[in-house]
């Protein structure tokens, strides 16, 4: 099979290699991989930036894909052969209290797929059957492959952010995952703006704009006083400005990681009792509501996913890196 293999720690160690299928063990399933979504993460491990270190060569890059099963080992119960699925991402050990209340994604011990193992920018990928996520079999592939980051949204916005109809809604960030939690949070039925960078004005804004969405640059002002700032960008000014302006008893859910420490007023943090939320990633419940979301045509994010071969991927990693692309999806075979 073919795969995108980070080899070593420079941008040009990482390159199409081919490997052999891997063979099932207990509770595992073989999915042959229909697309599969490049993200942030990916980049940052591709260049082995400061925080990725963790992230030790071989490994096969990619977290947000769908695939369809053509093994499972025999002790797997509930999945087929030609059952199309996604896969949780961040992976718990299901066995400490953090997993069993559901939050996965906190437990110590967790892994990421494409990161801490191999993942889906493959042909084939190997998976434990406890984090498939079932897909309806009409889903295009592109869609499924963009399940994973819309769930983070749903969990910054809805899980973390407590957003419901009648809210008003800040998003920063006009990356595809704050688009996505500016669409998450419409469809709740708040009354959402889009804030970018003005450098996002040039793409970014105008493709959310045609989905319909409110959009403002940081330099335009005019949003007031939110009930719910949701941080998608990274960014610390970002953060800062939230804080600063979200109305009283109002809430902050900081879903975007931050490459540098931010700083901000935070006596007005105290004062006006303003509530900050840390929204890391996702889990099932958030994966299981976006599906279904999707399936009812209620997330059109089509406009923004971007097609390339998985023998381009590279190219992909490239062109999201220079803020070139919204969504690379990668099609095994394409």
Request: glycine fraction near 12%; charge should be negative.
């Given at each position: 099979?073919?795969?995108?293999?980070?080899?070593?720690?420079?941008?040009?160690?990482?390159?199409?290699?081919?490997?052999?299928?891997?063979?099932?063990?207990?509770?595992?399933?073989?999915?042959?991989?229909?697309?599969?979504?490049?993200?942030?993460?990916?980049?940052h491990?591709?260049?082995?930036?400061?925080?990725?270190?963790?992230?030790?060569?071989?490994?096969?890059?990619?977290?947000?894909?769908?695939?369809?099963?053509?093994t499972?080992?025999?002790?797997?119960?509930?999945?087929?052969?030609?059952?199309?699925?996604?896969?949780?991402?961040?992976?718990?050990?299901?066995?400490?209290?953090?997993?069993?209340?559901?939050?996965?994604?906190?437990?110590?011990?967790?892994?990421?797929?494409?990161?801490?193992?191999?993942?889906?920018?493959?042909?084939?990928?190997?998976?434990?059957?406890?984090?498939?996520?079932?897909?309806?079999?009409?889903?295009?592939?592109?869609?499924?492959?963009?399940?994973?980051?819309?769930?983070?949204?749903?969990?910054?916005?809805?899980t973390?952010?407590?957003v419901?109809?009648?809210?008003?809604?800040?998003?920063?960030?006009?990356?595809?995952?704050?688009?996505?939690?500016?669409?998450?949070?419409?469809?709740?039925?708040?009354?959402?703006?889009?804030?970018?960078?003005?450098?996002?004005s040039?793409s970014?804004?105008?493709?959310?704009?045609?989905?319909?969405?409110?959009?403002?640059?940081?330099?335009?002002?005019?949003?007031?006083?939110?009930?719910?700032?949701?941080?998608?960008?990274?960014?610390?000014?970002?953060?800062?400005?939230?804080?600063?302006?979200?109305?009283?008893?109002?809430?902050?859910?900081?879903?975007?990681?931050?490459?540098?420490?931010?700083?901000?007023?935070?006596?007005?943090?105290?004062?006006?009792?303003?509530?900050?939320?840390?929204?890391?990633?996702?889990?099932?419940?958030?994966?299981?509501?976006?599906?279904?979301?999707?399936?009812?045509?209620?997330?059109?994010?089509?406009?923004?996913?971007?097609?390339?071969?998985?023998?381009?991927?590279?190219?992909?990693?490239?062109?999201?890196?220079?803020?070139?692309?919204?969504?690379?999806?990668?099609?095994?075979?394409?």
């Amino acid at each position: 099979m073919r795969s995108l293999v980070k080899t070593g720690p420079d941008v040009t160690d990482t390159f199409i290699v081919d490997r052999e299928i891997p063979e099932v063990r207990a509770g595992e399933v073989l999915l042959k991989v229909e697309a599969c979504g490049l993200c942030g993460s990916d980049i940052h491990a591709w260049r082995s930036d400061l925080g990725y270190e963790w992230v030790i060569p071989p490994v096969c890059l990619g977290h947000e894909f769908i695939g369809t099963i053509v093994t499972a080992a025999p002790d797997v119960a509930g999945w087929a052969v030609g059952d199309r699925a996604v896969v949780v991402s961040i992976q718990g050990c299901l066995g400490c209290d953090e997993c069993a209340a559901g939050r996965t994604q906190r437990c110590l011990t967790r892994r990421v797929i494409g990161l801490s193992y191999d993942g889906g920018m493959s042909e084939f990928v190997r998976v434990s059957a406890d984090y498939l996520v079932r897909v309806p079999a009409g889903m295009s592939a592109e869609l499924g492959a963009a399940v994973e980051p819309l769930s983070v949204a749903a969990h910054g916005v809805l899980t973390v952010g407590g957003v419901v109809s009648g809210q008003k809604v800040v998003v920063t960030g006009a990356g595809f995952v704050g688009i996505c939690c500016a669409l998450v949070a419409r469809d709740a039925g708040a009354d959402v703006t889009l804030v970018g960078a003005p450098r996002d004005s040039v793409s970014r804004l105008p493709a959310a704009a045609a989905l319909g969405l409110r959009t403002l640059t940081t330099d335009d002002g005019g949003w007031g006083e939110p009930d719910v700032w949701v941080e998608a960008s990274g960014a610390a000014a970002a953060l800062a400005m939230a804080i600063e302006q979200t109305r009283s008893g109002g809430r902050v859910s900081a879903v975007g990681m931050f490459t540098t420490a931010p700083t901000a007023n935070l006596n007005l943090l105290v004062r006006r009792e303003i509530e900050l939320h840390g929204s890391y990633a996702s889990v099932l419940h958030d994966y299981t509501l976006v599906i279904d979301l999707l399936a009812a045509g209620r997330l059109p994010v089509e406009s923004l996913l971007e097609k390339y071969s998985l023998e381009d991927g590279v190219e992909a990693l490239t062109a999201a890196a220079d803020a070139r692309t919204l969504k690379p999806i990668l099609i095994p075979g394409a």
